[in-house]
């Protein structure tokens, strides 16, 4: 299965694309995640990608269609793969047609539907784990222990990109930018919208009541 998750900064996609990665056997793709991994080793990739993520804008179609296509490249997708935060433009959309060879390919979008002021919140509380990417938020999913990772006990950090000036900049670029993808995947037929305004484990069971239906579908077809 191959899923694209849609939304805004800070609608829950990565939240939600490890849960479902965790069940359905699935590898999690986050560009997002690719790119700080690149920042952190200091990369010629790292350093371009870094000067556009601190101003909360997004980083040039060329350099995340070539990232993205290399890994996509690398093969062992397990029974798919979800993209968490890749396409973010119409541009990128279409490249990622390109590489798989036709919408055919991208079997559901699912679109984290979040209210801006929803999103300033969370983003001003999150934190993450530089070293095992786990991610929490102060309020509404703290680690067990204050800013110290539940998962591999390391101190947690607050994104450079989480100040209240760089979410505004980013969600104004969402709007602009990757807002248009909606219509876009609608007009196709790949859409589901989940109001992602609920709790964590509520919009886990939407999206997970939207997969089933889409695996016993394709189980009556005879497709895997
Ligand atoms: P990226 O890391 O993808 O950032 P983003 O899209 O802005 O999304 P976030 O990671 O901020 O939020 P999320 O939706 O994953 O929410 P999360 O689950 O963490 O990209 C960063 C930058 O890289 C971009 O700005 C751009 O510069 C560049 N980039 C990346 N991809 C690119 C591309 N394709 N093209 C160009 N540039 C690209 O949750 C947020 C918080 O809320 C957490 O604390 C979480 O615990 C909490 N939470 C989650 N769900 C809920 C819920 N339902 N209820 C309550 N709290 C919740």
Redesign the pocket.
């Known amino acids: 299965m191959r899923i694209i998750v849609l939304?805004p900064?800070?609608?829950?996609?990565?939240?939600?694309a490890k849960l479902l990665a965790e069940k359905y056997g699935l590898e999690h793709i986050?560009?997002?995640?690719m790119?700080r991994e690149e920042v952190k080793r200091g990369s010629k990739l790292g350093n371009i990608?870094k000067e556009?993520?601190d101003q909360?804008?997004?980083?040039p179609?060329n350099v995340?269609v070539e990232m993205i296509a290399e890994r996509l490249g690398e093969g062992s997708m397990g029974k798919g793969f979800i993209l968490?935060?890749?396409?973010?433009?119409l541009s990128?959309a279409k490249a990622l047609e390109d590489v798989l060879g036709g919408m055919a390919d991208i079997d559901m979008v699912i679109y984290i539907d979040v209210d801006d002021d929803v999103v300033v919140r969370?983003?001003g509380?999150?934190?993450s784990c530089p070293k095992c990417g786990a991610?929490?938020?102060i309020v509404?999913?703290p680690p067990k222990n204050d800013e110290i990772c539940d998962k591999c006990g390391h101190p947690l950090i607050i994104r450079d990109?989480d100040r209240e000036d760089v979410i505004r900049k980013?969600l104004d670029?969402y709007r602009k930018r990757t807002s248009p993808l909606i219509d876009y995947y609608m007009k196709r037929g790949k859409l589901v919208r989940v109001d992602?305004n609920?709790?964590?484990y509520c919009?886990f069971s939407e999206i997970c009541i939207h997969m089933d239906k889409f695996f016993k579908s394709s189980a009556m077809e005879g497709k895997e």
Do not use: C, W
């Open positions: 939304g900064p800070g609608a829950g996609k990565g939240t939600q986050s560009t997002g995640d790119l990608a556009y993520m909360g804008l997004l980083v179609d995340i968490d935060g890749f396409p973010r433009t990128q969370r983003l509380g999150r934190r991610v929490y938020h509404n999913n990109d980013r670029e992602g609920k709790d964590i919009v």
